[in-house]
Every structure is written in C-alpha cells, then in structure tokens.
C-alpha cells in the first residue's frame, strides 16, 4: 500500500467529522509542497521529509493534546509494514516526533526534521491559516475586529520565528510576515484607522 494511500484510508476511517479531516489532509499538502520549496535550497532526503509530512498529523484525528506521540505510534505501526529500512523507520519516525517539538535547540535536530518542523511552521502562519481563523471567529464582526485578530496572529508570528529551523524556512517566514503586515496595513487604510506611532 503505497503511503498516501494509507493516511487518507486511516482518515476515512475514524470517527472524527469531516471538517477535521478535511483540515488536515489539505494542511499536510500545503506542508508537503512548502516542504518542496525548503528542499529546493536545503540538502534533505526527500523521501524522509515527505513521508514524516504525510504522517505527521495522523494523531489529531484522536486527540488535539500531544498528537505529535499519538501521530509516532500510528505511523510506527503503518512503517513496520513497509518496504522502508529500519535505520530509515526512524528517522521518518523521529520526524514525526519532534515536529512539534519547538523547545529543542536546533543543533540537536537533522535537516529533515528542520525541514518538517519549518513547513508546518509555516503552513500555520500562511495567509490561508489566518483568514480561515479570522472568518470562523468573526462572521457578522466589525472589520476592526477581524484587524484587530490579525494583528494578534501577527504577534504570535513574531514569537515563532524563534522555532524556524532552516535558512530558507526563515527567508519564507520572513515573505509571509511581511506580507501579513501589507495585509494589515491595507485593510487598516480602507477601513479608515490609521495607525497613530
């Protein structure tokens, strides 16, 4: 069974709603393909990368609170199956482990889980991320509102990018809060607050 397969028959089958599984399916892509893009200047075995993306959130179909072990045991049991060495198993695995793992010091990491750790950082401060935030929060809100809900995902933004691993992962980080900053700026302007320094 080849990988993708297997994560979107384990997605079919559990109990969690549709939306959730949704969610999840298209944030492992846009992870794969920003993974795609870190590879593209960064020396990382892909297989390793884009296998731990593929599995990497499999655990929150079961739980929010540390899905990053329940993502290892699932994924564990799924790897022994496969034609995949052992020595690389692990890797793959340790990927998955430490994804969301930001309190780790960047020497102890390898690239690969550099590269998984930077895509998924940067999928969640994506403009698709924060927009979907700001409808679910703020249907029938004030524009001022949904400014004001931006401006609090930049400040998390900002506190994130300690946690970017590779150089690339930060150029890209640094695209995306800039562009955010456009973003808050401009709708600032057309709703008519200026920001007073």
């Known amino acids: 069974m080849r990988r993708s397969n297997f994560a979107i028959i384990f997605l079919d089958k559990t109990d969690k709603d549709d939306k959730l599984k949704t969610r999840i399916i298209q944030h492992t892509l846009r992870t794969m393909k920003l993974a795609d893009k870190i590879l593209k200047k960064e020396l990382a075995d892909r297989q390793i990368v884009i296998t731990s993306l593929l599995l990497h959130d499999l655990g929150k179909t079961l739980t929010e609170s540390r899905h990053d072990l329940v993502s290892y045991d699932i994924s564990k049991i799924f790897l022994e199956y496969t034609k995949i060495e052992e020595s690389r198993q692990k890797r793959i695995l340790d990927c998955i482990l430490y994804h969301s793992a930001k309190n780790i010091k960047s020497l102890d990491l390898t690239m690969e889980q550099k590269v998984v750790m930077d895509a998924d950082i940067l999928d969640e401060i994506g403009m698709l991320t924060i927009v979907k935030q700001c409808l679910k929060f703020h249907r029938n809100k004030d524009i001022n509102e949904i400014i004001k809900q931006l401006e609090d995902n930049l400040h998390k933004i900002e506190k994130e990018f300690n946690h ?11 695209q995306k809060k800039n562009k955010l900053k456009e973003l808050i700026e401009l709708l600032r302007l057309e709703a008519g607050m200026f920001k007073i320094k």
Request: hydrophobic share 25%; glycine share 10%; net charge positive.
């Open 164 to 174: 970017v691993q590779t150089k690339y992962g930060r150029e890209l980080y640094a």
